[in-house]
């Protein structure tokens, strides 16, 4: 089996990139629609932020910390390190009598055009906190207090990440493979696209039970504030902006995307299979208006995939176009 | 006939990401060896300005207004906009009694870390000059002079484009399929992957006529001056350096990359299909390492495609490998 063609990159009437893939949709009872490979494993990186989070939740320690709905919406966060999202994550760690140098996220530059440029132009350093995963940390560092483990919460064997692979293995239905080391340094399980799909569509169903009401609450706090899940002119939070609150969706490094519609119950995962971001931002686009969940004549659809791609002069020189038959 | 797995990205033991593409080598007499679809047609995009800079000389007009060898690398070059760039581009349009308005290439904040830097904390917008292809326009103004054509020489049917075309066509040996408008709003000319490594013996092999001779002063002039055709950090710099001034190396955007090994006059072409320039960095590296121009063990081999991939705390979290066949 083959991976499917998802989008197409077309220049002065020929195509002159393609991009192929694979993608799931599932309801609560399992696949329904897939292009490519369903069994392709991957790795879902940041998609699988909200399952991260379920240990969290369900072990107490969101309510032992007095945790709102922002700080579980910056848990499932890859944030553009943007001051909303510094600030938030700044005063969760000191509301846990903790700092920066308790994350093993690393540092890097914020994505965000302001506070990237105040710290260039200020000769500043980018800290831990800038880290897109800073939330997620901030996360494993409040689990951490309430499990009692030690201060290297990232290490595979942590109690703290054990329970992420419990929770990743049950809500895919799969025994991982094994794991990535991701940027951020915390384990990544891989499992099947079908896998990560079911996944998604269970939080799409969400039942009564203690994991179902934490599934609920991550995916109600993902909805409630898409500025934190990442920000600013970035597809996750413009997607869900579009889809009024109806949609949870998120992406991945390598170019991950997953959405979860609680309305019809639909679980959606794609991954492209190069790794380019441009195709999985354009793929969810396709695939949440191929579902209903997103107005075509919506200008979301036009940023991610339909506007002209224009140059530096502003002339329109080529577009984006789904391939033949995906998604339909 | 299909495209070919060229270059792995790897993450804890399992294949993460992968890119496939085309590649050829081409001596004087044509393909020597292929993988993907040497048919495939592609846009060159700026892996061909040599190509379009051959009117430049060959109709006098670069000896008319005494340019050098750094011109003509520059001509070549897709620069990253450095003080070495922008000023040697703004100094040949002063020598030709022209500006910045003259130029049809639109503006974009230079890659060039210190001169970004610069531009973002003085709250200074970029001009044209800091557009990667301004010296490719500044030949184009230098031969339109000479033809004496109107203003707007990026228009299809100017006498300096149809100068390119004509060109283009005789060193791929084949009539192109058309064209497309490239980033910097001049006309790029579509060719077979095989017309353009053809195309890139014919540089590496050059005659003693007035093309030969054109092709000879290019290739000499990117050889002797990496620094002026991309920029510090740069792949085409980089591996020209890694090289000693051997090869002739020139990348396009949507991950194309071309190689002239005047030595033992072959030419290279490759494109990787999605797009992907981490790839086709990759991918020309081990291709310039296959056919002997390239020591396997230079730092540079290490730079685009044998280093381990570190996360943000410098962990080793990956790497990037050839696929099984390529390029043996």
Redesign the interface.
Not at 11 to 14: A, D, I
């Given at each position: 089996m083959r991976s499917a063609e998802l989008i197409e990159?077309w220049?002065?009437?020929?195509r002159?990139?393609?991009?192929?893939g694979d993608a799931v949709v599932c309801d609560s009872k399992g696949l329904i629609e897939a292009w490519g490979r369903p069994g392709q494993?991957?790795?879902p990186r940041s998609s699988c932020k909200m399952i991260q989070a379920l240990p969290l939740i369900e072990s107490g320690a969101a309510d032992a910390a007095g945790l709102s709905d922002r700080h579980l919406a910056l848990a499932c966060a890859s944030h553009s390190g943007a001051r909303i999202h510094v600030d938030a994550v700044g005063n969760w760690l000191a509301g846990l009598d903790m700092g920066e140098a308790d994350l093993?996220?690393?540092?890097?530059m914020p994505r965000d055009a302001d506070e990237n440029?105040r710290l260039?132009?200020g000769n500043e350093q980018p800290s831990q906190i800038h880290?897109n995963c800073s939330g997620k940390h901030a996360g494993f560092l409040t689990l951490n207090r309430h499990l009692r483990g030690g201060a290297e919460y990232v290490d595979p064997d942590h109690p703290v990440q054990q329970a992420v692979k419990a929770a990743f293995e049950e809500v895919t239905g799969e025994i991982s493979?094994?794991?990535?080391?991701?940027?951020?340094?915390a384990p990544?399980w891989?499992c099947s696209l079908a896998g990560l799909g079911r996944a998604m569509a269970s939080f799409a169903n969400p039942g009564d039970d203690r994991r179902g009401r934490a599934m609920r609450r991550l995916t109600e706090a993902m909805r409630a504030h898409p500025a934190l899940v990442a920000g600013e002119g970035r597809a996750c939070t413009i997607l869900m902006r579009a889809m009024g609150g109806r949609v949870a969706a998120k992406t991945g490094a390598?170019?991950v995307f997953v959405a979860i519609l609680p309305d019809p119950g639909l679980g959606v995962a794609l991954k492209?299979?190069?790794?380019?971001m441009r195709?999985a931002e354009a793929a969810i686009t396709a695939l949440l208006v191929h579902l209903g969940a997103l107005d075509g004549n919506d200008p979301a659809v036009g940023t991610f995939l339909t506007d002209p791609i224009r140059?530096?002069?502003?002339?329109a020189?080529?577009e984006m176009r789904t391939a033949p038959g995906f998604p339909a």
């Open positions: 990159v220049r002065g009437g020929q002159e990139s393609l991009h192929c494993i991957v790795f093993r996220c690393g540092c890097h440029r260039t132009c880290n493979p094994g794991h990535g080391i991701d940027g951020c340094s990544n891989s390598e170019a492209v299979t190069d790794g380019g195709a140059n530096w002069r502003g002339m020189i080529g």
